[in-house]
């Protein structure tokens, strides 16, 4: 039962939905950060609401809900859900975006046309010489596109408007949500897991065709204090202790060309130190310690404490306190009692001649913060690309295939039970 039939309306619904100003806002108050989001919200409980998803809502906090109902009763298909999110980075504008299609592309770099500065190059692009022949979609270069992750909720809704319009899919009940703020990392503040109601779902947020991501990093945040002894500088001699002498012997006692977020990639972790705080008698440095094992964050800890007791016993009278607060934990714990989450995934793609490749993120995911809250929920890809910036794009091509992949998810998880 592969779809080979859809009526693709994806770029359409994307086209419209990358119009809509979207941003967040880290220093707002209110929630969601901006109220023009809850713009694009009601727009889309409309859409679903036209296409015959009867319960659609969007709930005080922005979060829009629907659901696609079963068509086969059977006991043990578990209740699936398709997660994306509305906003856009708050790094770059998104007011007055542009679409431009590029069609059959070349595979030479891009040049945007209302900014000729702004060139989406294929050396830093380097998908993008897969992409020949194909329809890529960018901004005109004044404004980021959106595709994060517009294009996660023109696919979901495609998907969602073939299932319906073809009762004779069979697949159990399919949940949709989209939600507001995840680029300023609150995007499942308010989410309730319990009315989503679903034992598993996926974020369709992810970038290279065929992406499954499955891990993330474990965080934890680190803050160390040095005590100095404070006293007029005038009669300071043989008495002062300067707490701001003690921090920066530690900081350049760090380990240099290793372990620090600008000499990392990929799988290594790091110790990163991004706030400083002192006088006299203390300084304060904050510390983001990261790795996707536990035990290495506990490597971290115990190393950061062996430097700091080191530059302390060179200077008398001084001392040293820290204090560790655990951020979030590597999703692949959770999703490891889960296998057949990513299995479905996996197969999925497979069924519709898609490499799958399993990735890990160097962050968090609110994908990582709902598997925490009970619900295991990888990210596959959308094929947004370059986000956060005006060089973002996408090739309708894999839009395409990731509605293919998101009706195969649903179809194989009512052939498994
Ligand atoms: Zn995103």
Redesign the pocket.
Request: charged letters at 55%.
């Given at each position: 039962m592969i779809p080979s039939d859809i009526t693709y309306t994806c770029v359409d619904r994307f086209l419209k939905y990358v119009r809509y100003d979207t941003q967040s806002s880290e220093t707002s108050e209110t929630y969601p950060s901006t109220l023009k989001q809850l713009v694009l919200g009601e727009e889309l409980v409309k859409e679903l609401l036209a296409m015959g998803l009867k319960d659609a809502e969007m709930d005080e906090f922005g979060y829009v809900m629907a659901t696609i109902p079963a068509t086969v009763d059977r006991p043990g298909i578990p209740v699936v859900g398709f997660i994306a999110?509305m906003d856009t980075s708050p790094e770059v504008s998104g007011e007055n975006v542009k679409p431009v299609l590029h069609e059959n592309y070349n595979g030479k770099d891009i040049t945007l046309p209302a900014d000729p500065t702004i060139v989406i190059t294929v050396d830093d692009n380097p998908d993008l010489s897969g992409k020949i022949g194909e329809t890529i979609i960018t901004s005109d270069g004044t404004t980021l596109l959106g595709a994060?992750?517009k294009s996660g909720i023109a696919e979901i809704l495609d998907a969602a408007q073939h299932l319906i319009t073809h009762p004779e899919i069979p697949h159990g009940v399919i949940r949709i949500c989209i939600t507001p703020d995840?680029?300023v990392g609150a995007g499942t503040k308010y989410f309730d897991v319990k009315k989503f109601g679903c034992q598993y779902a996926y974020t369709i947020?992810g970038e290279h065709l065929g992406s499954i991501e499955n891990e993330t990093f474990c965080a934890d945040s680190m803050t160390i204090t040095f005590k100095g002894v404070n006293i007029h500088p005038g009669f300071a001699k043989g008495k002062m202790v300067n707490s701001i002498k003690i921090a920066a012997a530690f900081i350049d006692s760090l380990p240099k060309g290793r372990l620090s977020p600008e000499t990392t990639a990929n799988m290594e972790g790091y110790v990163h130190p991004y706030v400083l705080n002192g006088g006299i008698e203390e300084t304060t440095v904050k510390f983001l310690l990261r790795s996707f094992e536990v035990t290495e964050l506990r490597d971290q800890e115990a190393l950061l404490r062996e430097l700091a007791e080191k530059v302390v016993a060179d200077f008398p009278k001084a001392s040293m306190t820290y204090k560790v607060e655990e951020s979030y934990r590597n999703m692949r714990f959770v999703l490891d009692e889960h296998p057949a989450v990513l299995e479905v995934a996996r197969l999925a793609m497979e069924r519709m001649g898609i490499t799958p490749h399993f990735g890990s993120i160097r962050g968090g995911t609110d994908g990582a913060r709902l598997s925490y809250m009970g619900l295991p929920c990888p990210n596959i890809f959308a094929g947004e690309h370059s986000?956060h910036s005006k060089r973002e794009w996408i090739s309708v091509q894999d839009m395409h295939k990731a509605v293919q992949t998101i009706i195969a998810i649903a179809i194989i998880w009512a052939e498994r039970a």
């Open positions: 999110h994060d992750n995840e680029e947020d986000f």
